[in-house]
């Protein structure tokens, strides 16, 4: 995928995308015969300018046939999310229609994009996430059908902020494929040689930690989950130490299973559970990006990466574990395993890693779509101004989430009355599945500015959408690296 600034007046491309901000004024110098489509378009009232509304018209262009989009940004009024959602709209019609170069009059939306840089940042990942296919596994692939997207602006610093987008949708997308492989191909293992390709390519420190390894540090509990399976656990470990050693270190812990068969709490539907792994790939890219871009900030991310499996060996519930932190779990649901795996994961990022706070991302309920739907996710939090930052660069992220109240009066129903705390309360007839997971969580965040996001409901499209085709969708990699470099200023 190309994506630049435009620097020639030629009109050699198969599509021109004309956004319009709230209303149906053209305030952009166009070819004659575009401007004409346009003002007939808005004369027979065809298009309206509303935020979200697309009409397209094929015309006469110097490469033959061009496709005409307009594209309604919405005014003030409409969120980012709502303009970013709009404008894939129109480049996803440029993709289906097999235009492999199209031009964007960005200045159109001027009045919405002048005082609005994170937004015009947002529009410039499109092209990336709206072109991207998964075909690894395809034998004779199509070609991309989206080759080459201009921008047509004279926005201040816009070659700047091109240049930041183009990273971060990069690492979203290759958070994507890390997802949508499937487990037979992204093991653990695998997991560990791909961050430490990542390391390489970009400077970080990376560590992986093989099975003899984890069981020295102490990890029972992750170790338990991944006892079922052949594929063995790694513990994998990137870090970017882009600040000086007295500033923070800020942790990005990853729900990393490889594939969630429920282990002996069996799931009877399980096609897609090589995706439970989407936290561990949305910290990796993350990081990365933090890296590529510089930002200056202490980053560490960890991953405890094991598959989730039955065997002979595999835990059952039933089971007490004792956990790196000390506290022992009466296991009574196998398939409440990523809390498990991320408690270790989180004692293994303070005490170890010494880090002063940690985000945590995990595909980690069902309950959460239930609780918010399937465009958000849910977030807890025990430190307001902490949250206040994410929920602040979801904003310009464009990826929503929503706070859940951490509320202590469910706890209780995870006491145990043979070890310290169980991972589930079968029975529990309180609700908040969600809630309940975070609390768990919490307990092994030893009193640090925490914030839990289960990304459950996100991680995964079962169609194509306009940002994004059937899959892993690459949520968090935007929003992790937006709240870090708000916290590092
Ligand atoms: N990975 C699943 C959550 C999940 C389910 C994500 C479906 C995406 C789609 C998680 O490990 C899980 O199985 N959670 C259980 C928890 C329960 C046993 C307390 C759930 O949500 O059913
Ligand atoms: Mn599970
Ligand atoms: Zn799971």
Excluded at 107 to 130: G, Q, S, T, Y
Aim: one cysteine or more; hydrophobic letters at 40%; charged letters at 20%.
């Amino acid at each position: 995928m190309l994506v630049t600034k435009k620097q020639d007046d030629c009109l050699c491309c198969d599509a021109v995308i004309l956004p319009f901000a709230g209303s149906t004024a053209l305030s952009v110098e166009l070819p004659k015969n575009l401007a004409e489509a346009v003002k007939a378009a808005v004369d027979q009232e065809k298009f309206s300018g509303e935020c979200g509304s697309l009409y397209t018209m094929n015309l006469l262009g110097e490469n033959g046939i061009l496709s005409l989009v307009l594209i309604g940004l919405g005014d003030e009024n409409a969120s980012n999310r709502e303009a970013y959602l709009a404008f894939c709209k129109a480049l996803k019609y440029c993709k289906d229609q097999h235009c492999g170069k199209t031009v964007v009059y960005l200045d159109n939306a001027a009045a919405r994009l002048e005082n609005n840089p994170a937004l015009v940042a947002k529009l410039c990942e499109c092209p990336w996430l709206v072109s991207y296919d998964f075909t690894a596994y395809k034998s004779n692939p199509a070609a991309p059908a989206m080759e080459q997207v201009e921008f047509v602006t004279q926005l201040p610093d816009f070659q700047a902020q091109l240049d930041e987008a183009a990273v971060v949708a990069q690492c979203t997308l290759h958070s994507r494929d890390l997802v949508n492989h499937p487990s037979r191909f992204m093991t653990p293992a695998q997991l560990g040689v791909e961050a430490q390709k990542l390391a390489q390519e970009y400077g970080l420190d990376c560590k992986v930690f093989d099975k003899p390894q984890i069981e020295a540090l102490g990890m029972d509990t992750f170790l338990a989950v991944g006892r079922g399976a052949v594929d063995e656990p790694r513990l994998v470990v990137l870090r970017y130490m882009g600040a000086s050693a007295d500033q923070e270190t800020i942790g990005l812990v990853g729900k990393g299973i490889m594939f969630d068969s429920g282990g002996y709490s069996l799931k009877s539907k399980m096609a897609t559970m090589h995706d439970d792994m989407g936290g561990a790939a949305a910290v990796i890219g993350a990081i990365t990006a933090l890296a590529r871009r510089k930002v200056p900030v202490n980053v560490v991310a960890v991953v405890a990466a094991c598959k989730n499996m039955i065997s002979g060996d595999a835990y059952v519930p039933g089971d007490i574990l004792r956990s790196m932190s000390g506290k022992t779990i009466e296991m009574l649901n196998a398939d409440a395993e990523g809390r498990l795996t991320l408690a270790d994961a989180i004692t293994y990022a303070i005490r170890e890693e010494k880090v002063d706070r940690v985000i945590d991302i995990a595909t980690l309920t069902g309950a959460a779509k239930g609780a918010v739907g399937g465009r958000t996710a849910p977030i807890l939090s025990n430190d307001d101004a902490f949250c206040g930052v994410m929920e602040q660069a979801s904003k310009v992220s464009c990826e929503k989430v929503w706070r859940l109240n951490a509320d202590k009066e469910l706890r209780p129903v995870l006491n145990s009355a043979v070890a310290d705390i169980k991972n589930s309360s079968p029975g529990n007839n309180y609700g908040g599945g969600t809630i309940v997971a975070g609390l768990f969580i919490q307990e092994f965040v030893e009193g640090k500015p925490w914030i839990h996001v289960d990304m459950a409901p996100v991680n995964w499209l079962g169609e194509d959408s306009s940002y994004c085709c059937k899959g892993a969708t690459g949520y968090g990699v935007s929003l992790l690296y937006q709240t870090v470099k708000l916290l590092a200023k």
